[in-house]
């Protein structure tokens, strides 16, 4: 993504309704970038990695390309989770690349990241509600 204000057309374009609320993105910063999702903290850390650095990991893995850049994502919550999986779609559906959940072992091209995406949240949702916690609408 070239900017802050591309990534967030982007989310928007999808009808998500995440606030991304850092200043730089990758490759400017590394680190956390703070966002919110339905009035709660669902930032998510985010570098950009060499596409080296993702094979070596997972030489099983066929990533294509060649590809400009490589972003990584980690998160620690439910809201976490849900805001970095709606980046993650618009990302790949803006730059037409393609998506990778080493968890699941899932290797998403756009379309089907936007999908996994809506997926993530809908998982969410009953997660959050088998334990009492927040609903996602």
């Not at 919110?36 to 903290?41: A, P």
């Not at 294509?64 to 559906?93: D, S």
Request: hydrophobic share 45%.
């Amino acid at each position: 993504m070239s900017d802050l204000a591309e990534w967030q057309a982007a989310i928007n374009a999808l009808g998500f309704a995440l606030t991304l609320e850092a200043e730089q993105i990758p490759p400017a910063t590394q680190g956390y970038l703070p966002a919110t999702w339905q009035g709660r903290q669902a930032g998510f850390e985010c570098s950009v990695i060499p596409l080296s650095d993702l094979t070596e990991t997972y030489p099983e893995i066929e990533f294509g390309g060649p590809w400009a850049c490589v972003y990584a994502f980690y998160f620690a919550t439910f809201a976490g989770c849900a805001g970095t999986w709606m980046a993650v779609a618009a990302c790949a559906k803006q730059l037409e690349g393609i998506a990778y959940d080493p968890q699941e072992g899932n290797l998403l091209a756009a379309e089907d990241a936007v999908r996994y995406a809506h997926d993530t949240l809908a998982s969410v949702a009953r997660l959050e509600a088998s334990l009492g916690g927040p609903s996602v609408g």
